[in-house]
């Protein structure tokens, strides 16, 4: 049982390369959520999904896509890096919030120059 | 949407002194808040919660606190140790049960803060 993971966990680009960013998890889980976490601004909502085949916009979706084509995965996308991008990226899943909350996964530290 | 303010944003404590952060929140429909806790480098993990329907929860050295009529709710740290050295996140939702019996919210985060517990 390895709970969430995020692949990859650290990736340099250059501006207006692209990628994609993995999150797996085995438990399960319905829901599924992507956020940024920068200094002094705590973690903020990119993009979610409440279940297979669905996808919503967060707080900050803006530069970024997501898929979930299965429900274990959730895929976040960026079509054309900005240097305002660079962050650290969670992925959480959670079964029910108020019962267990997230489950965070280990961070993918993403930099853009 | 909702907003979540916290402060301090950073807080240095002596070993065995308590420690508090305050959260506010700006939507007076959530109904849930979590506590969670990251240390340097790691994943945030939860520490504790409570749901708008209880005033005070504790588990051992933290508690948490919840005053709906002002939309704050607090972290209490008592005999801090050295281990309890982390950036703490609270957080809110609007949770509701779907269909299946499982409870749904994003949650909304505030902006964190540095604990710093001295030896």
């Known amino acids: 049982n390895a709970g969430v993971t995020q692949t990859p966990k650290f990736r340099v680009l250059k501006t207006g390369q692209s990628m994609t960013l993995l999150c797996a998890q085995d438990?399960?889980?319905?829901?599924m959520y992507w956020y940024r976490q920068d200094p002094g601004m705590g973690l903020r909502l990119i993009h979610y999904?409440?279940?297979?085949?669905?996808?919503a916009k967060g707080e900050v979706p803006d530069g970024y896509n997501v898929s979930r084509l299965k429900k274990q995965n959730f895929l976040l996308g960026l079509e054309s890096a900005a240097p305002s991008q660079t962050s650290v990226y969670f992925c959480?899943?959670?079964?029910?919030?108020?019962?267990?909350?997230?489950?965070f996964g280990s961070g993918t530290r993403l930099t853009v120059v | 949407g909702e907003n979540v303010e916290q402060h301090p944003s950073t807080l240095s404590v002596q070993e065995g002194d308590s420690a508090v952060i305050k959260c506010t929140y700006s939507?007076?429909?959530?109904?849930?808040f979590p506590w969670y806790k990251q240390e340097l480098g790691k994943r945030p993990q939860l520490i504790i919660d409570?749901?708008?329907?209880?005033g005070e929860k504790k588990d051992q050295r933290i508690a948490v606190t919840l005053n709906k009529t002002a939309k704050h709710f607090s972290l209490h740290i008592t005999e801090t140790q050295p281990e309890d050295s982390a950036v703490y996140f609270c957080?809110?939702?609007?949770?509701?049960?779907?269909?299946?019996?499982?409870?749904?919210?994003?949650?909304?985060f505030g902006q964190g803060t540095i604990l710093t517990v001295h030896p």
């Open positions: 959480a899943s959670s079964y029910g919030i108020t019962d267990y909350g997230y489950t």
């Open positions: 438990m399960n889980h319905e829901y």
């Open positions: 999904s409440v279940g297979e085949g669905t996808t």
């Open positions: 939507d007076s429909a959530s109904n849930y």
């Open positions: 409570i749901r708008s329907n209880v």
């Open positions: 957080a809110a939702s609007r949770a509701a049960l779907n269909a299946g019996g499982t409870s749904y919210g994003k949650l909304t």
